[in-house]
């Protein structure tokens, strides 16, 4: 069955410096991989994704995601944190032409930069 | 741009009564999805509408929930009677058509407390 995980409930970064949200999916066939925000009392918001080509793939406010195909691996990475990237983060992925090819979200992490 | 809109955004109601949501998605987006969040989890889809006709329920509780999209456009999803493990965010979201690759946009959500 296709999953996604999250390893890391909350990540702590100081404003300024680099910070890196991870993602672990296990899917059969190739995946499609997206990153969404959420931000406090609104709705999920679209990041970026991967579906094929250039591994690293840039995104909304900074952000970037590298697909690691032999990792299994989709982190979201930005080269610099600002105070107001604190937030609720998922991965999601979705494998298409299967008969259930819905999209899976991760369980989150929470995103915390301290000024 | 208006976004996915979604209504009420709070309700509060007694276990074994009934509720209903309602959601509007963006104008000439064919597929409409309706997710449930539990606080500490990410979203699970319960149903996904391609048009007027359903795609997937396999997550949806069709003992105590229903929903419907007769028009192709708006949608409303019911619970009845709830339960306390109903108490959730309940998230719509629409996008283009069903390609896998299309990102979602969300609506803010529903908070629903059963007490």
């Known amino acids: 069955a296709q999953s996604v995980a999250q390893p890391e409930d909350q990540v702590n970064v100081a404003e300024g410096n680099p910070l890196t949200v991870k993602c672990t999916y296990s899917?059969?066939?190739?995946?499609?991989l997206f990153w969404y925000v959420q931000y406090p009392n609104r709705g999920l918001q679209f990041l970026l994704k991967?579906?094929?080509?250039?591994?690293l793939v840039k995104g909304s406010y900074g952000f970037e995601a590298e697909f690691n195909k032999s990792q299994t691996s989709f982190h979201l990475k930005k080269p610099s944190a600002l105070v107001s990237d604190s937030a609720l983060y998922f991965c999601?992925?979705?494998?298409?032409?299967?008969?259930?090819?819905?999209?899976?979200f991760g369980s989150g992490t929470r995103l915390s930069i301290r000024p | 741009e208006a976004g996915v809109a979604q209504s009420p955004r709070y309700k509060i109601i007694e276990k074994r009564q009934s509720v209903a949501f309602w959601c509007n998605p963006i104008?000439?987006?064919?597929?409409l999805y309706w997710y449930q969040q539990i606080l500490g989890q990410g979203p699970k889809l319960l149903i996904q509408?391609?048009?007027?006709?359903?795609?997937?329920d396999s997550q949806l509780p069709k003992d105590r929930f229903s929903a419907e999209r007769l028009k192709g456009v708006d949608s409303t999803l019911k619970i009845q009677p709830a339960k306390l493990e109903d108490s959730a965010v309940y998230l719509c979201?629409?996008?283009?058509?069903?390609?896998?690759?299309?990102?979602?946009?969300f609506g803010p959500g529903t908070r629903l407390t059963v007490l």
């Open positions: 979201a629409s996008s283009l058509d069903i390609l896998s690759y299309n990102e979602q946009f």
């Open positions: 899917v059969s066939g190739n995946p499609y």
């Open positions: 991967y579906i094929t080509g250039d591994n």
């Open positions: 999601a992925v979705r494998v298409p032409g299967s008969s259930a090819s819905k999209i899976i």
């Open positions: 104008s000439g987006h064919a597929t």
């Open positions: 509408f391609q048009n007027n006709g359903v795609v997937d």
